[in-house]
């Protein structure tokens, strides 16, 4: 009987995140001022993030220790436990070893808490009594949440209205943990007053939430604003899901051939790969293959341009070097949220454009019908968003079945789907809608890419 739960001892919690800008072939592209188009110096972003974590962004360090108090943290739920996909093997008939990380033991379920926590802690230790964030279906929002109240501070998440109004659960999970959670446009910030009046019904957007929260944060002196994806350092975080997935590979003797994940941000699939990567890079492992999933209804990897953009809706952000679909694209309404970004952190980005990473892009029934064969073979029911990274861990079993090959594949369960099965109702009753997406609404998205910095 194969072993198929590997787990490790808490004492075995990553000491240090690991930075893959120290092992890069050459340095990002750096974000610039969108009124200048010069590179901004880490002071700009002063006002709204602390020291620490202004110094992660940019550092060059291998090795980035991680607090005790934030390991003390992890402990509520880390080590993750490493499955091997057994019943999943044998359903798809495959001669392929399939391993997935399962991050969703996380009391707010998913990944995302992993970054949250050492947030919290940073700001915390700056003296921020305060944090604020915008939130689309709530899942950083409630993992927010979850982080700053360990750590005695407040929490203001902007919720898109729409999402607030329709989808109540994570909103009560916010409210559980003691954050004020704002439908969006509210009345609270300058922005959002304007809105509102122009349009009191105005249903929210991503765009218009980070507005208000990123102006909250800038016009109060003890508050700051947090990001869950994107940025370099909420990359950094996450590797504590690779570390130790390595070090369970290791336990059992394997090493992965190829790695999938899903990718919206960017963060769990670099969370997970990047540890990994760090072996290709410096030319260990030269065969090892890193593939995103991705939506076809956002496909900001396959079918955008390598550029210079915003980082938000609203054009607020400096603009980083990253795939993107335009700040303005609006993706159509597919279920996972979370995957509904116009770009992607520029790391993974930069890594993609090289070449040491691909991407794939699926349609929403498919990415479904491959999760309801993973939840009937393995008992998880998984979020949309990691429903990508299974459909390409089920086509590659059975290219392996085809061709015979035991290949090793790992991939990041991201989190659970417990608090999303209005979507999964959504598939079961044959309701969800494949958007395909003509050429010219990217075309026309991609129109109103700023002008300064220039492509490639
Ligand atoms: C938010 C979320 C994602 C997408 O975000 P990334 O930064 O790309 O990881 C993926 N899976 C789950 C479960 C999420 O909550």
Known sequence: ????KILLPEDEIPKAWYNIQADLPSPLDPPLNPQTGEPIGPDALAPIFPMELIKQEVSQERWIPIPEEVREVY????????????????ALKTP????????????????????????????????????????????????????????????????????YEQKPYRRILMETWGAECLPSPSDRTNYGRRVLQEDPNCPGSLGIAISE???????????????????????????????????????????????????????NFAGLCFPFLADKLTGKRPELRAVSCEPKACPTLTRGPYTYDHGDAAGLTPL??????????????????????????????????????EAVAYHQNEVFEAARLFARAEGFVVAPETAHAIKAVVDEALRCKQTGEEKVILFNNSGHGLLDLAA????LRKKLIDYELPEKMIEEALKRLPKSGGGS
């Open 75 to 90: 402990r509520l739920w880390r080590p993750t436990p490493l499955y091997r996909a057994v019943r999943l093997e044998r």
């Open 424 to 427: 999964w109702d959504a598939f």
């Open 213 to 267: 929260a990123i102006e909250d944060a800038a016009t109060h002196e003890d508050t700051k604003y947090s990001l869950g994806s994107v940025l370099n350092h909420v990359l950094l975080h996450q590797t504590v899901v690779g570390l130790e997935a390595k070090k369970q590979l290791e336990q059992v003797d394997e090493y992965p051939d190829v790695i999938f994940g899903c990718v919206g941000g960017g963060s």
């Open 320 to 357: 980083l070097k990253m795939y993107t679909l335009g700040h303005t694209f609006v993706p159509p309404p597919i279920h996972a949220g979370g995957l509904r970004y116009h770009g992607d952190a520029p790391l993974l980005c930069k890594l993609t454009k090289e070449g040491y990473m």
């Open 96 to 163: 392929a070893r399939i391993y997935f990380k399962w991050e969703g033991v996380s009391p707010p379920g998913s990944h995302k808490p992993n970054t949250a926590v050492a947030q919290a802690y940073y700001n915390m230790r700056e003296g921020v009594q305060r944090l604020t964030t915008e939130t689309g279906a709530g899942q950083w929002g409630s993992s927010l949440a979850f982080a700053t109240m360990l750590f005695d501070l407040k929490c203001t998440v902007y919720m898109v209205k729409v999402s």
């Open 1 to 4: 009987m194969e072993q198929t």
